[in-house]
């Protein structure tokens, strides 16, 4: 398929503790950059992710695994919302019906590796508050 960005998630590895490279390969995201920065006012440091043209700023790894979390929830809906849409659209003799499978096969797929990736986070993050208890 595509590089998801594997230097950024080479990066983001060094700053977060879970691994999910197996989960993110052909998952449809593509970790576009990843920043430090530091608030010149008050010196607090904040890490900046891009993510399929999104951005998720964080400061611990806790604070990364929530917001990457809802980030997953609200694209998968967004691909399944598009799997029934190219599912349910009616085609004439003008529409690439092979074109439309692709579509809506390649947008089911990524659903699925993305639910498996948002599974993986939200048991990781189960045993992390176990680990605070």
Known sequence: MF????????????????RFGKELKDSGLELKGLYSMRNLVND????????????IRFTSE???????????????????NRYKRLINRPTDEFSDEVGIE?????????????????KKINKYQEKLKKNEK
């Open 3 to 18: 590089d998801y960005g594997s230097d950024t998630y080479k990066a983001l590895t060094k700053i977060i503790k879970l």
């Open 44 to 55: 607090k440091k904040f890490f900046l992710l891009e993510v399929n043209n999104q951005q």
């Open 62 to 80: 806790k604070m990364f695994l929530l917001f990457f979390a809802d980030f997953l929830r609200k694209n998968i809906k967004e691909l399944d």
């Open 102 to 118: 692709m579509e809506y096969k390649l947008a089911d797929y990524y659903s699925m590796k993305q639910n498996e990736l948002l």
